[in-house]
């Protein structure tokens, strides 16, 4: 069935970029001669959408998003002067809904007939739910990620379907056992997986904390061995640079781009809160999960804005699916590095502890079983669009 019109795809994070190219691999693989264009990133553009601006490299959060307002205004501008002079039959924001609200506006402005469709919902259910009416006046319909929240957008007037999630998915397993082995030289007792987190503010809050939390550990266990994992070689200097004398400590090493495999070596987490603790979840690797935050920060501003609990996926899912907590978050936290030990010493060694939380995942993992991501979503947005 052919994909009718010009589609707008709009990601401004590595991680849109990644889930919108496997939409956009299978729109093309169903019609290779479909139109396609983006505000992306170099994933989009290899699944075959050709790219207005590029969009992805600087993945940014509160502090850093205002510093990058004036240059997304000044792209706003653009944009409305590309849509002007191009007719879109479909826009799908990917992620980030504050950068894509502004693009959204401008849709619904020049191309009034166009229809919105997001691809993974604003996390409204976690944090400013007034926002919802702004989701009605801007969106036509949301694909969603996780299992519980087309129940909550469609309790609140807007129309959303679960199509799955990319990591859960028999390819991306396979994609990330070709990583590589190298970590499984390794052969501490425990293996201890580090995630500090993909933004360079997270690593800056997180890592320290993290890094004396595994000093602690080693002298209780000195047989043990670390692998941190980082998202690429800019990361990895980070995480290096925040170590004393810029040397990583005895027993741990790191590996660039190999989280799935790391995850697969290790016994136990310490994961900054994030995607990367539902990584965990596929790999049924137990774990803690930490997000570190000032006193100050969270007082001000993010007590009032983030009022869900529990805030990891992990434990959304697992309070959606078996009715608890499947994991220790640590979030928001403050630095102190007693309560994240105390926190990972149950799971260091083989136990109920660990094989609690194998069990939970394991439940989670059988409810995406029921669902493809590229199939779902690019099955309900051609029905969304008319295709």
């Known amino acids: ?34 139109k396609i264009m983006a505000l992306g990133g170099p994933r989009m553009k ?30 706003l501008k653009r944009v409305d002067a590309w849509l002007s002079a191009n007719k879109i039959d479909a826009l799908v924001p990917t992620d980030s809904p504050a950068a894509n609200w502004g693009i959204c506006k401008k849709v619904r402005k020049r191309c009034p007939d166009a ?5 993974a919902a604003p996390q409204l259910w976690a944090w400013a739910p007034w926002r919802i009416k702004k989701l009605r006046r801007l969106t036509d319909h949301v694909l969603c990620l996780l299992p519980f929240e087309p129940d909550w957008f469609g309790s609140r007037g807007v129309d959303a379907t679960f ?21 499984l030289a390794y052969e501490g007792k425990p293996k201890f997986a580090l995630l500090p987190g993909s933004r360079p503010s997270e690593i800056t809050k ?11 550990l080693k002298q209780k266990y000195p047989e043990m061995e670390a ?34 495999s790391v995850l697969d070596w290790a016994d136990v987490g310490l994961i900054v809160s994030g995607t990367a603790t539902l990584q965990a979840v596929t790999h049924h690797t137990p774990m803690v ?44 936290h403050f630095g102190e590095v007693q309560p994240v030990v105390e926190a990972l010493l149950p799971l260091m060694e083989e136990g109920d502890a660990r094989n609690g939380q194998v069990k939970a995942f ?14 779902g979503s690019a099955d309900k947005f051609m029905e969304v669009i008319g295709a």
């Open 1 to 34: 069935m052919p994909v009718n019109g010009t589609i707008l795809f709009s990601a401004f994070e590595p991680s849109g970029d990644a889930l919108a190219s496997r939409l956009i691999t299978e729109l093309k693989r169903r019609d290779p001669d479909c």
């Open 289 to 332: 999960s930490l997000y570190n935050v000032t006193k100050l920060g969270w007082n001000i501003l993010g007590r009032w804005l983030i009022r869900n609990r529990p805030l990891t996926l992990p434990n959304l899912l697992s309070q959606h699916i078996i009715g608890a907590n499947a994991t220790t978050e640590l979030i928001p």
């Open 206 to 216: 997180n890592w320290p904390t993290m890094l004396d939390a595994y000093v602690q």
């Open 115 to 119: 229809k919105i469709v997001h691809l």
């Open 163 to 183: 199509v799955g999630h990319p990591l859960f998915e028999s390819e991306h397993a396979q994609l990330e056992q070709g990583e590589g082995d190298a970590v």
């Open 362 to 375: 394991k439940e989670i993992c059988d409810v995406f079983q029921t669902r493809v991501f590229s199939q």
């Open 46 to 75: 290899a699944a075959g959408a050709e790219l207005i601006e590029t969009t992805t490299e600087h993945a940014v959060m509160l502090a850093g998003a205002l510093k990058h307002a004036h240059e997304h205004h000044q792209r």
């Open 227 to 260: 692998v941190v994992a980082a998202s690429d070689e800019h990361r990895q200097k980070a995480i290096i640079d925040l170590c004393p004398n810029s040397e990583l400590p005895e027993g741990m090493h790191i590996q660039t781009g190999k989280a799935g």
